[in-house]
């Protein structure tokens, strides 16, 4: 049985948990200029304390009575049925573990990594708000107080990505980040629209337990596509993923805590929230796995295309998402729980550990400028390369107990196809992430290679004195380069997170009898499929570790070989220039957005602003004020102040009526 409501009770602990980060968010708001270095520590410290606080809560987290779950604390009460306050079951536990304690670890980071930043103070209280929000969202019981933490994370979202706001281009992106992220939310709100005209409540409990008997399933499939408009913009799936790669305009550390521990994955949470919703409409079930499955190969294939180096984790965010998401939407709600906790340490460690990379290089993002870092930076090589092994789903390391779950599962479940595509995708994976680590750290150093000759810039003039020049296009962030933090700030967390992106999927060991689902069995439904996959999981493992092995071995030979090596320069230029261009233009989705909607929008706009707007809205409310005037005009000079002025309107009255009155009477 599905347990939603938690045993209810007093847990100040809750409190603490969720309203830390927001004391931190004010007090750096209001006094960061003042704090200045002491503004990371105490942000970092709020973010620590709200974890801590979360472990001490284990036991309210998986407390068991009757039929409810978790610990529910009320808060208030406003109209029947609009009833709001905290729910910390199994399913919060998770996120909020993940949230405040991967969140903490990028905290810390922030502080070695945003040293002699202009703005440090406000980067952390921006930080701040956005743990705050995410815990909002994970926290309530209910959906209008899900959609208020939905809100507040779009919105930290667009502080964030914009941080940098006198880049243009950091702008631009979280502008359209935020808008998108509207639009996700209109959504939900829909949702919310539809289950109080049929439940009459807000609430999950009241909600879930009318799943059966208040709803069609015409009206439940339009209520899980409606909230799941939000999922896909918040999550990044296709067609409204087009925010996440421009959302690197943000610092790294940023990128990190959207990407592995907070936003993206809220879309996950959402629908493992909701999964008595999916369970009852097998519609709705296939609508969100097929378009996981695509967005999963989508975002693989543009991962291919990428020479930024946190672009090519953007694209690889997107796809294991994706996997997520096709793991819940099939039905298979722990499998894509348990992706989603692997995915946010070893992600987390890829983006701090390309931070410690763009850090070193004094900004330098490209790829195709980086090589033969292994020596220079072995750290660094170290953390990437355990990260890289973790997303491909290498036996031993976390991914491959994740991965591989959500791959059998959607088998099991009855999708063949979703499951051919996971597969395929999986060996894409494996061929860019490897491509990343050979490109990045192996061969010759080609920082000091004119750009052209790389493809970068103008391959045409590679070779020629017209090309030469410094490669000069460094973030214009304000950030003083010459400030060094201690560099265990840095070091320290990556290495941490080590550990559980080798270790965390062993959880999942065991099949049936593994941790992991012990864990979740009172928690999650199963959806009704096949009862039997067609082969037995130990060759759906190796099927895709055959095909993972068959993307690493192409990487290698076109990146890993001595031969390729040494050719580095003039293969990187001829594959930059060659490069497909409906891969460059990640499938022309943004020129479609901007032909569909923006384009008219601004015409429209344009329209409303020329037209519409001063000569009928403000040309109406004129126009009334002149009829006014001339009306009062026209009676002022009726008010002559002549006795015999006012006789005469006085007869001229009585001749009306007369006059008025004999018309009726022949006309009878």
């Known amino acids: 049985m599905y347990h939603v409501l938690g045993i209810d009770g007093s847990f100040p602990l809750l409190y603490f948990i969720w309203l830390a980060p927001l004391v931190g968010a004010v007090v750096l708001w209001a006094f960061g200029p003042r704090l200045k270095s002491l503004a990371g520590p105490i942000g970092s410290a709020l973010i620590g304390a709200a974890f801590v606080a979360t472990l001490f809560s284990w036991n309210d987290a998986t407390a068991i009575s009757g039929t409810s779950a978790g610990a529910h604390q009320s808060m208030f009460s406003w109209l029947p049925g609009f009833s709001f306050g905290l729910l910390f079951d199994r399913l919060t536990l998770v996120w909020t573990l993940i949230i405040t304690g991967v969140g903490f670890l990028i905290h810390v980071y922030s502080i070695g990594y945003m040293a002699g930043d202009r703005a440090v103070a406000r980067f952390f209280a921006y930080m701040n708000f956005f743990v705050f929000a995410m815990l909002t969202l994970v926290l309530s019981d209910n959906f209008v107080g899900l959609l208020v933490g939905w809100g507040l994370v779009g919105l930290a979202s667009y502080f964030l990505i914009g941080f940098w706001f006198e880049r243009p281009s950091a702008v631009a992106a979280a502008r359209k980040a935020f808008v998108i992220n509207v639009l996700g939310d209109v959504g939900i709100l829909y949702a919310i629209i539809v289950i109080v005209s049929k439940v009459g409540s807000i609430g999950y409990g009241a909600t879930f337990a009318g799943v059966t008997t208040l709803f ?208 395929l995708t999986a060996g894409i994976t494996a061929y860019y992430m490897f491509r990343l680590l050979f490109v990045t ?113 192409v990487a290698y030979w076109r990146y890993g070989t001595a031969t390729a090596q040494a050719g580095s320069v003039e293969r990187l230029r001829l594959e930059s220039v060659r490069m497909p261009r409906i891969l460059t233009n990640a499938y022309y989705f943004d020129a479609a957005i901007d032909i569909l909607f923006v384009r008219p929008s601004r015409w429209l706009g344009r329209i409303f602003g020329t037209v519409i707007d001063p000569m009928v809205i403000d040309g109406g409310v004129r126009e009334v004020t002149h009829t006014a005037g001339w009306l009062g005009h026209l009676f002022r000079s009726f008010q002559t102040g002549l006795v015999r002025g006012y006789a005469l309107y006085l007869v001229f009255g009585v001749a009306c009526f007369v006059a008025y009155y004999a018309w009726i009477g022949a006309g009878r």
């Not at 369970?279 to 999963?296: E, F, H, K, M, Y």
């Not at 965010?317 to 998401?325: D, H, L, P, R």
């Open 216 to 423: 069609t399933p015409h009206e439940l499939f339009i209520v899980c596509a409606a909230i799941f408009v939000g999922c896909a913009a918040k999550s990044a799936q296709v067609p409204l993923h087009t925010w996440l790669p421009d959302a690197m305009e943000g610092p790294t550390p940023v990128s990190a805590l959207i990407h592995a521990a907070t936003m993206v994955t809220a879309g996950v949470y959402l629908i493992a929230r909701c999964a008595p919703l999916w369970t009852a409409s097998p519609d709705a079930r296939a609508l969100v796995g097929a378009i996981g499955a695509l967005t999963a190969i989508a975002g693989a294939v543009l991962g291919v295309a990428q020479w930024d180096i946190k672009r090519i984790l953007a694209y690889s965010t997107m796809s294991q998402i994706g996997y997520m998401i096709m793991g819940v939407g099939v039905g298979a709600f722990d499998a894509g729980v348990l992706h989603f906790l692997t995915h946010a340490f070893f992600k987390a460690q890829l983006f701090l550990g390309a931070g410690i990379i763009i850090h070193h290089l004094a900004s330098e993002q490209d790829v195709r400028r980086m090589g033969g870092l292994r020596k220079e930076m072995p750290f660094a090589f170290i953390a990437m390369g355990i990260g890289v092994l973790a997303i491909c789903g290498i036996p031993g390391f976390s991914g491959y107990f994740s991965k591989d779950a959500v791959l059998y599962e959607t088998l099991l479940a009855g999708h063949p196809v979703l499951y051919g595509i996971g597969v």
């Open 441 to 553: 750290f192996f061969g010759p150093y080609r920082g000091n290679v004119d750009p052209s000759d790389l493809g970068i810039r103008h391959p045409e003039l590679a070779g020629t004195a017209q090309s030469a020049g410094h490669h000069a296009e460094e973030e214009k962030d304000g950030h003083d380069h010459g400030v060094h933090a201690p560099a265990w700030l840095m070091t320290v967390p990556v290495a941490i997170l080590i550990v559980p992106s080798i270790l965390i999927g062993w959880l999942a060991f065991g099949g049936e009898n593994s941790p992991w689902k012990r864990f979740f069995a009172p928690v999650f439904p199963h959806a009704s499929g096949a009862a039997v996959a067609p082969i037995p999981e130990l060759w759906s493992g190796i099927i895709v570790l055959v095909v993972v092995a068959i993307g690493i071995a």
